[in-house]
C-alpha cells in the first residue's frame, strides 16, 4: 500500500478509500460502505506493523507529572528518594524507577496555565523501603517538606506518612508489606494470624513466610525483639546477643539496662525466663517514637515472641 500524500490527498488502494482531507477512511464491501474516523498515519502504521510481524500488545510505560521548576524537582527526588535522572531529554527527564518529570507540561499538551491542577488530591505516589526509621531520619531533616500528616501506623499494621512534593504532588512512604509480615513472624505469629492481622492474601503471606524462614536470620534478642528487623541491624548495630548488650542506643561502653538485668544480674537466657517480665525496666527503655498503642503491642508481640523461643 502506498501513499501519494500525507495532506489533503485521497489514496485508494487494496480496496480502501484513505480520505486525508477528513482524516477518516472507508471500506468498500458487496454491501456498502463502512465508515469510520481514523487517523491515517495509525492506519498505515498498523499496517507496517503488522507486516513485519510486530507485536500490538498495549504496554504500560511509566508516570509523568508536571513540575514547575525542574532543577528543584529533581534535588527533591534525589535527596528524599535516591532518584537519579537515567535519560534526559531536556523538559522531559526520566528518573530510576520509571517515574518521568515534565516541565511546560501545558505547552505540550495544549493545556492554558490556569487549567493546570497541581494539587488535584485525586492520586498519590507510592514508594515503599525495608529502612521507614532511615526514610524518616532523612524527612525530618528536611522540614521544608510539607506533610499531610505524621507517620502513623494503618490497620493493616503498615507505617507510613504522607507528604507533598514542591508541585504538590501528593507522596505516600511505607514500610514494604513483607517487612510488615516478617515483624509479626519474628513475633511468633503464624501464617492464619498474619493473614488476618496485615488483611493481605493467605497465598502471598505464605510466600512471605517461606522466604523468612529460609532467610535464616532471625536474631532475637533478650527482650523478645528479633533484631533483624531492627534499621540499624548489621550496620549500627550486630544485634544485642552479639555485642552482649552493648547495643547502639546506650552510652559507648554501657550495656543495655534490659539485658544487663537478665543476663548478668539474673543469669537467664531471655526475660520470658522471668516471672517479672514485662517489668518497669521495659517501660524505662521504650522506644520514644511509639504511641502508647504501638508500644503495648509492642510489649505483647515481645512476650509472644519469648514465649515461643
Given at each position: ?70 532543577e528543584k524537582s529533581l534535588r527533591f527526588y534525589k535527596e528524599l ?39 488535584s488530591n485525586t492520586m498519590e505516589l507510592y514508594f515503599e523501603t ?16 510539607e506533610r499531610l500528616h505524621d507517620a502513623k501506623t494503618f490497620p ?154
Open positions: 500500500m502506498k501513499m501519494s500524500e500525507i495532506f489533503n490527498t485521497t489514496v485508494v488502494t487494496d480496496g480502501i478509500i484513505y480520505d486525508n482531507s477528513e482524516r477518516k477512511c472507508c471500506f468498500k464491501t458487496g454491501i456498502g460502505i463502512f465508515s469510520f474516523r481514523l487517523y491515517i498515519i495509525a492506519i498505515l502504521s498498523r499496517r507496517k506493523i503488522e507486516e513485519k510481524g510486530m507485536d500490538m500488545r498495549m504496554k504500560y510505560s511509566c508516570v509523568l507529572i508536571a513540575v514547575k521548576d525542574m528518594f535516591g532518584q537519579e535522572v537515567t535519560l534526559d531529554l531536556g523538559d522531559n527527564k526520566a528518573l530510576k524507577d520509571g517515574l518521568v518529570l515534565q516541565a511546560h507540561f501545558d505547552e505540550l499538551a495544549g493545556f492554558t496555565k490556569e487549567t493546570m491542577k497541581y494539587r525495608e529502612d521507614f526509621e532511615g526514610f524518616m531520619e532523612v524527612l525530618d531533616a528536611h522540614p521544608e517538606v493493616w499494621l503498615q507505617r507510613g506518612i504522607r507528604i507533598f512534593d514542591p508541585d504538590g504532588h501528593l507522596i505516600e512512604v511505607s514500610e514494604s508489606m513483607y517487612s510488615v509480615a516478617c515483624g509479626l513472624f519474628a513475633s511468633g505469629k503464624d501464617i492464619a494470624e498474619t493473614t488476618e492481622l496485615i488483611q493481605h492474601p493467605v497465598d502471598l503471606v505464605t510466600i512471605w513466610h517461606e522466604e523468612y524462614m529460609k532467610s535464616g536470620q532471625r536474631d532475637f534478642s533478650v527482650c523478645g525483639t528479633d533484631c533483624t528487623t531492627c534499621y540499624c541491624f548489621g550496620e549500627m548495630c550486630a544485634g544485642c546477643n552479639a555485642c552482649s548488650g552493648k547495643v547502639f542506643h546506650v552510652p559507648e561502653g554501657q550495656t543495655c539496662a534490659i539485658y544487663d538485668c537478665t543476663v548478668n544480674s539474673k543469669g537467664y537466657k531471655h526475660c520470658g525466663e522471668c516471672d517479672a517480665a514485662p517489668c518497669e525496666i521495659w517501660m524505662k527503655t521504650r522506644d520514644p517514637k511509639f504511641t502508647d498503642e504501638e508500644f503495648d503491642e509492642n510489649v505483647r508481640m515481645r512476650m509472644e515472641a519469648l514465649q515461643n523461643i
